[in-house]
């Protein structure tokens, strides 16, 4: 691979349908979906006919949210010269309350994303979804995926279980250090708690503006558990997060951590300097004004040129047109966003890129 000129780092390669996963289930597991004539396991974070699930040219005749890799090409590689772009897959696998049932799903989708994406366009890699119901099943999988130089990340949702800094997941940080693969965090629910800290919200839209929420508290997790202390060398990378909650968010989380910062002396720096440098957030949704002052503003505010990394989000409806740089980001930053903020994120892209 060349230097890249545009790098998406969030694209979804999305299982069609049960039928798909069944070649690359073990038996057991094969037998066990005839059985019990499971169909899907999709979750509600995006409903087909949503509008905010696909924009309207990505979608097929019937309407359906883009599905295929041709599509994908069509529609956004080839129309952005985009050199290469992460497979991120959100099927539900978190949902499941078996934990060998989801590990089983696990490897399907990822033997699934290799065979039917990834070998298939040279300019895909993927992100390696994990069954984080249980730990050791998750660095299983990561061990095992990891030997494909393609997998570029360790994929999890914003929602879970559990907050992402609990010593619990700890051995899925040190296996994503190990093997150079930060930890991409993307919007989504397991739905074991309520979406928003008030509990159960009545409709999708407030499903949808709660993920803010959830990143909010994954990150102060992960800054004063002491995730990023114990592992200096992990990065996590936020999608589909939105930008500009975080000026205000690191300035709050800062300004108390000053104050009460005795009982997280594993926190040995402010919160700010340590996001900054081990936390990176894609572009797609950009949540700001449409007035350019104001993004060049919101962007200043970040302090770091090194955050923002530019991704399409296809097939979801997050930006229209062909202008894949919102308006009032500077000049200056464009080819970070769109190449080297990416190559410095992932070692796997730099490393391939240098060769």
């Given at each position: 691979m060349s230097i890249c000129s545009t790098i998406d780092c969030d694209v979804h390669a999305n299982v069609p349908g049960m039928q798909a996963l069944l070649p690359y289930l073990d038996e057991q597991w094969r037998?066990?979906?005839?059985?019990?004539?499971?169909?899907?396991?999709?979750?509600?974070?995006?409903?087909?006919?949503?509008?905010?699930?696909?924009?309207?040219d990505w979608r097929g005749k019937a309407g359906e949210p883009a599905n295929t890799l041709d599509m994908l090409r069509t529609q956004a590689l080839d129309r952005w010269n985009i050199d290469v772009a992460i497979c991120n897959c959100l099927y539900g696998v978190q949902l499941l309350f078996s934990e060998d049932m989801a590990a089983a799903f696990a490897k399907a989708v990822n033997d699934w994303l290799v065979?039917?994406?990834?070998?298939?366009?040279?300019?895909?890699r993927g992100s390696i979804v994990v069954p984080m119901q249980n730990?050791?099943?998750?660095v299983a999988e990561i061990e095992r995926c990891a030997p494909d130089r393609r997998f570029v990340q360790v994929l999890v949702l914003a929602m879970g279980e559990a907050p992402l800094g609990r010593r619990a997941y700890w051995p899925i940080f040190a296996a994503a250090e190990r093997h150079d693969l930060p930890i991409g965090v993307h919007a989504g629910s397991g739905f074991r708690h309520a979406v928003t800290?008030?509990?159960?919200?009545?409709?999708?839209?407030?499903?949808?503006?709660?993920?803010?929420?959830?990143?909010?508290?994954?990150?102060?997790?992960?800054?004063?558990?002491?995730?990023?202390?114990?592992?200096?060398?992990?990065?996590?990378?936020?999608?589909?997060?939105?930008?500009?909650?975080?000026?205000?968010f690191l300035w709050r989380l800062t300004k108390f951590w000053r104050g009460v910062r005795a009982e997280v002396?594993?926190?040995?720096?402010?919160?700010?300097?340590?996001?900054?440098?081990?936390?990176?957030?894609?572009?797609?949704?950009?949540?700001?004004?449409?007035?350019?002052?104001?993004?060049?503003?919101?962007?200043?505010?970040?302090?770091?040129?090194?955050?923002?990394?530019?991704?399409?989000?296809?097939p979801h409806w997050q930006f229209d047109g062909d202008d894949i740089m919102p308006a009032g980001i500077p000049q200056k930053l464009h080819g970070?966003?769109?190449?080297d903020n990416a190559l410095a994120t992932y070692p796997r892209l730099s490393a391939t890129a240098a060769s």
């Amino acid at each position: 691979m060349s230097i890249c000129s545009t790098i998406d780092c969030d694209v979804h390669a999305n299982v069609p349908g049960m039928q798909a996963l069944l070649p690359y289930l073990d038996e057991q597991w094969r037998d066990s979906v005839i059985d019990r004539g499971l169909n899907s396991l999709e979750s509600i974070s995006y409903p087909p006919n949503a509008p905010l699930t696909a924009r309207a040219d990505w979608r097929g005749k019937a309407g359906e949210p883009a599905n295929t890799l041709d599509m994908l090409r069509t529609q956004a590689l080839d129309r952005w010269n985009i050199d290469v772009a992460i497979c991120n897959c959100l099927y539900g696998v978190q949902l499941l309350f078996s934990e060998d049932m989801a590990a089983a799903f696990a490897k399907a989708v990822n033997d699934w994303l290799v065979a039917e994406w990834l070998d298939r366009d040279p300019r895909l890699r993927g992100s390696i979804v994990v069954p984080m119901q249980n730990t050791d099943y998750a660095v299983a999988e990561i061990e095992r995926c990891a030997p494909d130089r393609r997998f570029v990340q360790v994929l999890v949702l914003a929602m879970g279980e559990a907050p992402l800094g609990r010593r619990a997941y700890w051995p899925i940080f040190a296996a994503a250090e190990r093997h150079d693969l930060p930890i991409g965090v993307h919007a989504g629910s397991g739905f074991r708690h309520a979406v928003t800290s008030l509990g159960w919200p009545s409709w999708y839209v407030e499903d949808y503006c709660a993920n803010a929420q959830g990143f909010q508290a994954q990150l102060a997790s992960l800054v004063c558990e002491g995730v990023f202390a114990k592992y200096p060398k992990l990065k996590v990378v936020l999608l589909e997060s939105g930008v500009t909650w975080l000026p205000a968010f690191l300035w709050r989380l800062t300004k108390f951590w000053r104050g009460v910062r005795a009982e997280v002396p594993w926190v040995d720096r402010p919160p700010w300097e340590i996001v900054r440098e081990q936390v990176r957030l894609t572009i797609q949704p950009f949540d700001a004004p449409n007035e350019p002052g104001a993004v060049a503003r919101l962007v200043d505010q970040l302090q770091s040129d090194d955050m923002l990394l530019f991704a399409s989000d296809f097939p979801h409806w997050q930006f229209d047109g062909d202008d894949i740089m919102p308006a009032g980001i500077p000049q200056k930053l464009h080819g970070r966003i769109k190449r080297d903020n990416a190559l410095a994120t992932y070692p796997r892209l730099s490393a391939t890129a240098a060769s």
